[in-house]
């Protein structure tokens, strides 16, 4: 067992020292606006209902960074020290040009193996390990790992492939393997014969690369889940999950998990599973007494649209506000449902939040407006 655990590893490692992933342009740049879900600042408070100050020992951990990843998590996280762990020491180096072709400085680049306990043994506030443990044939114990690295109330962020919305790329990937398929090349070429592949192929831009066709197609190892497989495993790491966050979800925890349920019943859930988790000392323990609507919240809550005492906008999004153009811009909605659009009336009211705002000067129609920037952690709210 260990051996064949130790040939995926090395496969994995070969497979994207070949071909780095993403292979985005070292001239592309970002604006702080579009890392604003990064922001450690933001999330600590929208899961815990506390301010923590830039500058105060913030560390955060990129498990599986790639090569795109740690110089998002940079511009939304400047203050803080952030570990970029990956197998692969080409999208480790990828990642490095990336950041320093931008100013990105705050950064240490870590080749290894995330189930290594000895590299980058934490402990961190945020973890990050987007489309990665699906690669990793023992999920639990991967999630494990990550929790050993959290500090107490640390957030950790997931995404792995859902068993449907994968279904037809596990199709095409099957098929690959089977015919010896072993190039972005050959896939191609299969796939103008191929109508299963082609219509994958017509799905993601990405795909119009040679990086992103292996990474769809050719990786050495891949699993999908359902989410009680999810949930088992984070139960036994120990973690919490507080939400999800794939495209379309809803914010409210339970209501969310009846809608993948139901959709995975009828084989129809359409995207992977991404969700939050917190290292927290009872995850499973439930409120003594219902909260108050300024009450200081309780460790780990994450009640959807909860008002505290403050509400502020999200740091990275003053310049999203302060834009002069009389139409709409638009946010991506990376926290699950979808974002309104930014017209005039919008960024006028979220101009209100560029500091503080006590929660009691809002009028109870001001207040459910505000909850719905809340959700989408375009707004901030803390005691």
Same mark, same amino acid.
């Given at each position: 067992?260990?051996?064949?655990?130790?040939?995926?590893?090395?496969?994995?490692?070969?497979?994207?020292?070949?071909?780095?992933?993403?292979?985005? +342009?070292?001239?592309?740049?970002?604006?702080?606006?579009? +890392?604003?879900?990064?922001?450690?600042?933001?999330?600590?408070?929208?899961?815990?209902?506390?301010?923590? *100050?830039?500058?105060?020992?913030?560390?955060?951990l990129?498990?599986?960074?790639?090569?795109?990843?740690?110089?998002?998590?940079? &511009?939304?996280?400047?203050h803080?020290?952030?570990?970029?762990?990956?197998?692969?020491?080409?999208?480790?180096?990828?990642? *490095?040009?990336?950041?320093?072709?931008? /100013?990105?400085?705050?950064?240490?680049?870590?080749?290894g193996?995330?189930?290594?306990? +000895?590299?980058?043994?934490?402990?961190?506030?945020?973890?990050d390990?987007?489309?990665? @443990?699906?690669?990793?044939p023992?999920?639990?114990?991967a999630?494990?790992?990550?929790?050993?690295?959290?500090?107490?109330?640390?957030?950790?962020r997931?995404? &792995?492939?859902?068993?449907?919305?994968?279904?037809?790329?596990?199709?095409?990937?099957?098929?690959?393997a089977?015919?010896?398929?072993?190039?972005?090349?050959?896939?191609?070429?299969?796939?103008?014969?191929?109508?299963?592949?082609?219509?994958?192929?017509?799905?993601?831009?990405?795909?119009?690369?040679?990086?992103?066709?292996?990474?769809?197609?050719?990786?050495?190892? #891949?699993?999908?889940? &359902?989410?009680?497989?999810?949930?088992?495993?984070?139960?036994?790491?120990? /973690?919490?999950?507080?939400?999800?966050?794939?495209?379309?979800? @809803?914010?409210?925890?339970?209501?969310?998990?009846?809608?993948?349920?139901?959709?995975?019943?009828?084989?129809?859930?359409?995207?992977?599973?991404?969700?939050?988790?917190?290292?927290?000392?009872?995850?499973?323990?439930?409120p003594?007494?219902? #909260?108050r609507?300024?009450?200081?919240?309780?460790?780990?809550?994450?009640?959807?649209?909860?008002?505290?005492?403050?509400?502020?906008?999200?740091?990275l999004? *003053?310049?999203?506000?302060?834009?002069?153009?009389?139409?709409?811009?638009?946010?991506?909605?990376?926290?699950?449902?979808?974002?309104?659009?930014?017209?005039?009336?919008?960024?006028?009211? @979220?101009?209100?939040?560029?500091?503080?705002?006590?929660?009691?000067?809002?009028?109870?129609?001001?207040?459910?407006? #505000?909850? #719905?920037?809340?959700?989408?952690?375009?707004?901030?709210?803390?005691?």
């Amino acid at each position: 067992m260990a051996t064949w655990l130790h040939d995926i590893d090395e496969r994995m490692r070969r497979h994207y020292e070949q071909y780095p992933y993403p292979r985005y +342009s070292l001239f592309g740049s970002i604006r702080a606006q579009d +890392s604003y879900i990064f922001s450690l600042e933001a999330l600590w408070a929208h899961f815990h209902g506390e301010r923590i *100050r830039p500058g105060t020992g913030e560390r955060v951990l990129l498990a599986g960074s790639g090569s795109f990843l740690p110089y998002p998590v940079s &511009v939304a996280n400047p203050h803080a020290r952030i570990d970029a762990l990956d197998l692969s020491a080409s999208s480790l180096a990828r990642a *490095r040009l990336h950041a320093l072709r931008h /100013l990105r400085f705050n950064i240490d680049y870590l080749a290894g193996d995330l189930m290594d306990g +000895s590299i980058a043994p934490g402990p961190y506030r945020y973890i990050d390990s987007f489309g990665v @443990l699906h690669c990793i044939p023992d999920f639990a114990q991967a999630l494990r790992a990550l929790a050993e690295r959290l500090a107490p109330g640390g957030i950790l962020r997931v995404m &792995v492939y859902s068993r449907d919305g994968r279904s037809e790329v596990e199709r095409a990937r099957t098929l690959c393997a089977e015919r010896g398929i072993s190039t972005p090349r050959e896939v191609r070429r299969l796939a103008r014969t191929d109508e299963t592949l082609r219509e994958c192929m017509r799905d993601s831009f990405e795909l119009g690369f040679d990086e992103g066709l292996a990474d769809a197609f050719l990786i050495p190892y #891949a699993k999908t889940f &359902v989410v009680d497989e999810i949930l088992e495993a984070l139960s036994a790491a120990p /973690l919490a999950l507080v939400r999800f966050c794939h495209q379309g979800a @809803l914010p409210d925890l339970p209501s969310e998990l009846a809608r993948i349920r139901a959709l995975e019943k009828k084989r129809a859930f359409p995207t992977n599973l991404a969700f939050y988790a917190l290292k927290v000392p009872r995850p499973s323990a439930a409120p003594t007494a219902p #909260a108050r609507e300024s009450a200081r919240p309780a460790f780990g809550s994450a009640e959807p649209g909860r008002l505290l005492d403050w509400i502020e906008l999200n740091p990275l999004l *003053r310049g999203a506000v302060r834009l002069p153009s009389p139409g709409s811009s638009y946010l991506p909605p990376k926290f699950g449902p979808g974002n309104p659009p930014l017209d005039a009336a919008a960024r006028a009211f @979220l101009r209100r939040f560029i500091r503080p705002l006590r929660a009691e000067a809002l009028s109870a129609e001001e207040k459910e407006r #505000a909850r #719905a920037f809340l959700d989408r952690l375009i707004l901030i709210s803390y005691s």
